[in-house]
């Protein structure tokens, strides 16, 4: 499944698909604060990524966030064995009811994600779906916050991106997503 819009003249691709797949400059892991791997995305990169994109994650734990990477924040590495050539890791939020600012973390989790690709001079990027899975956003309203971040972020940045993909696992979530961009016109 596919699906694709044009925004400011970067590519916005909606693709159900396995994320450990993409041929990208990065591709973007939902991880936990600790950058150590976990379940699903995260724990899907850092296996097949192999051992330099824990090596990697080590050394920006011990030099930059010994107490973890913030909420919202992102930082880039190898990506080992992957076929991208970049993991950037951010760390959305757990949903607590919507309430709790989730909605400004989670878009402040692909927006500094997108500033991480352009400080590297990463021209396509491939994202997941932040926080639906373990951290239980609801996918619906993940995918607003998701799709209107990065669109707002393309056109501030006409001419930094090349494509943008967000690669969803499942048939469902690539319906809610593909529903949420014709939404956004």
Request: net charge negative; charged share 20%; glycine share 12%.
């Amino acid at each position: 499944m596919e699906a694709q819009h044009s925004i400011a003249g970067t590519a916005l691709r909606l693709l159900q698909g396995d994320l450990t797949e993409a041929r990208v400059d990065a591709v973007v892991n939902a991880a936990n604060s600790s950058l150590m791997g976990g379940g699903g995305v995260d724990g899907a990169l850092h296996r097949r990524g192999g051992p330099a994109i824990r090596e990697a994650c080590t050394t920006i734990r011990r030099e930059q966030y010994p107490d973890g990477l913030p909420t919202g924040e992102a930082v880039t590495t190898t990506a080992g064995d992957l076929p991208a050539r970049h993991v950037i890791h951010t760390v959305g939020p757990v949903w607590r009811g919507g309430g709790q600012g989730e909605a400004q973390t989670l878009a402040n989790a692909y927006r500094h994600s997108l500033e991480q690709a352009r400080a590297h001079g990463l021209r396509t990027v491939a994202f997941p779906s932040i926080s639906t899975g373990a951290y239980g956003y609801p996918i619906d309203q993940a995918a607003r916050v998701a799709l209107t971040t990065v669109t707002d972020s393309l056109r501030r940045h006409a001419g930094a991106f090349d494509e943008v993909q967000f690669v969803l696992f499942s048939r469902a979530d690539f319906d809610t997503y593909r529903q949420a961009l014709e939404a956004l016109g």
